[in-house]
């Protein structure tokens, strides 16, 4: 089944220790997303790319990087992870000719932050 | 501007009761709504979306929705809800190629 992975699906990292988070997809889909999702709210939109543009949120902390290097993948930087970047991760894609741009989510990656 | 909000933060239920979660919406442009599902520590499942068309909309797992374009609500039903069903809701409106989440409810299920 055509599907968005992400991988791992739970991860540890030390205050200040870069962290990798990747996601990929076998949809063929143009545009792929990454959310932070903290307990009990919305997920929160980081930035997306809209084939290899990417476009950044404004209020996204310059701590957050992200890397597509081709259409299926798609990575997330964390620089120096601080204590409140633990989270959930979720990666999400769409189509460009799919009206309303339906999202379809991966599993999610949650960060631990010590 | 787009906006979601969803009133209820927390909906508790008995089992096979009947069910409806509330969104309301703000758009400024053509309206395409969705209704997401997260069960803990998972992705978004898509319930159901409106893009056009028959205002009733049909989704998985005995869902359904309806957009009422004068009201600007689109409300989640289930005629009989199950313990499974415990998860949280979001409603979603997209804006050009974003989606605008409200803020979700949580739907707890009782035996």
């Known amino acids: 089944d055509a599907m968005v992975i992400q991988n791992p699906r739970y991860q540890v990292t030390q205050f200040g220790k870069p962290v990798t988070l990747s996601c990929s997809q076998t949809?063929?889909?143009?545009?792929m997303y990454w959310y932070q999702q903290k307990s009990s709210q919305a997920p929160k939109l980081l930035f997306h790319y809209y084939d290899k543009d990417f476009n950044n949120e404004a209020d996204t902390p310059d701590n957050f990087q992200s890397r597509r290097p081709n259409t299926s993948f798609c990575f997330l930087d964390i620089r120096s992870p601080g204590l409140g970047d633990a989270a959930m991760y979720l990666c999400a894609t769409s189509r460009v000719r799919d009206r309303g741009y339906e999202q379809y989510f991966g599993p999610g990656t949650r960060l631990t932050v010590t | 501007a787009q906006s979601v909000t969803q009133l209820d933060s927390q909906v508790p239920v008995f089992e096979e009761a009947p069910v409806e979660l509330r969104c309301n919406y703000s758009?400024?442009?053509?309206?395409?709504l969705f209704w997401y599902v997260q069960y803990p520590n998972q992705g978004l499942q898509l319930l159901l979306k409106?893009?056009?068309?028959?205002?009733l909309v049909k989704g998985i797992n005995g869902f359904e929705a309806e957009f009422n374009k004068s009201q600007t609500s689109f409300h989640l039903r289930k005629p009989s809800v199950h313990i499974s069903d415990t998860a949280e809701y979001f409603c979603?409106?997209?804006?050009?190629?974003?989606?605008?989440f409200g803020t979700g409810t949580r739907l707890q299920v009782f035996p």
């Open positions: 949809l063929n889909h143009n545009v």
């Open positions: 409106y893009l056009s068309g028959s205002t």
């Open positions: 758009s400024s442009v053509s309206v395409y």
């Open positions: 979603a409106v997209s804006f050009t190629d974003k989606l605008i």
